[in-house]
């Protein structure tokens, strides 16, 4: 990641229409999270004391950090798989994961009933070394402070490139008698500058060390969020009862993880209006499928070891949502067992959303749906409930669309674009991943 000619700004503007509308639905979550705190949690909340998790830690954490794992996936493939034609995507996908894993931090201080209470986790006297949610909680604390690290290099590249147009806009946008001197302020802004020379290379010397943590502190919490549901074998439906909790959990954030990689490259691709980086994630697509076998496999061999694939066809409630996660999955693997898919933006994203959905939804299903504590209780998310979330998650993309213009995040089309100057050599004979191509696509690509 020290490479920094791999990787360039998004030119543009930063304040469009939809960092606007996005801005406009953050503030609205977050109004309810001030009526959270100033009111209390049953003033936004239809939690209880069967029901003591909801959509906040449902979706937020146990399944919004496995979308967050695009950049533990990709960086499995880089430095442990040592395929570095995959190593301009990291920073992106790193960039992603840092914010889906901030953030769910964040949904945990909003979930916690006495908030005012977390600083025990800090002293090591309250302690519990034995809970999976302990472990949870200090894996994810740990990860989210190694992504900040491992994309601080794009910080400190651009802090040295920089020629300060906006702080100097800023300034004399300023009114003269509240602006700071000129002068003074290009001193300090070089001493920044000078901060930024001397600890990138050093950053860059130790980055390897915070790599190999965060690949080890996934893999820990990932499969301890299913060791966290081991207990509840008599509220957790059998359909998603199982021994195999913590190793379903694990591979289903890799595969969900290399799935978000192509759909935020896809989406990023036609958006910001950037060649389509078909030769890559054609790679990555070729990966999920193998994984998805084995994660279908053990669902379908622990099934039948526990005599419940009756269950699983029997067409109530349950099963209805087991087998839509399954076909899901299923189908979107299928899908990328065909070369010619692979190598269609079309077909990718369609098999990648199909894919991250029935991943998500076997979340849901294991922490919420597949979940009774018993007679008499009951629970759905109110507005302001679903509303937190939402803005939590438009905040994640706002803040995706501002880094990318701030930082040299996306990868340099200049050293990178070779695949892709060939495919627009081929434009005039019928390349595949043209043909594929919906219209707009098309003319993105």
Sequence with gaps: MGHSEEYQKLEGKIFTKSFFILLSVVLLGFYFVGVRYVKGIGAVSNMSDGYPWGIWITYDVATGTAIACGGYAVAILVYIRNRMQYHPMIRSAILTSMFGYGLA???????????????????????????????????????????ILEFLPAILTSIEKSKWERMNAIRNWLHPKIAPDKKTMEDKLEMVRLGALWLNPRLNKVLIFFIVLGITLPTMHQSSLGSLLLIASTKLHPLWHTGFLPLLFLLNCVFIGYSIAILESIISSYSFKRPFE??????????????????????????????????????????????????????????????????SARWLFISASMIVLGGALYRFNVYLIGFNPGQGWKYFPSFAEVMITVGIVALEILGYKVFVALFPVLP??????????????????????????????AHAH
């Design 105 to 147: 931090g964040f949904s945990v201080m909003v979930d916690l009933g006495r908030p005012w209470n977390a600083y025990n986790f800090f002293i090591p006297s309250k302690w519990q070394a034995n809970s999976a949610m302990f472990e949870v909680a200090l894996c994810v604390m740990a990860y989210s402070t190694v992504l």
């Design 278 to 343: 078909i030769e890559e994630l054609s790679g990555l697509a070729g990966l999920i499928p193998f994984v998805t076998v084995i994660w279908l496999t053990v669902v379908i061999g622990d099934l039948s070891y526990r005599g419940q694939i009756h269950a699983a066809l029997k067409g109530d409630f349950y099963s209805g949502w087991f087998m839509t996660e399954f076909l899901l999955v299923g189908c979107g693997s299928l899908i990328l067992f065909v070369k010619k898919c692979r190598r």
């Design 412 to 441: 340099n089309m200049d050293l990178h674009g070779a695949h892709k100057k060939k495919g627009h050599a081929k434009k005039h004979k019928g390349s595949e991943a043209d043909k594929t191509l919906p219209a707009g696509e």
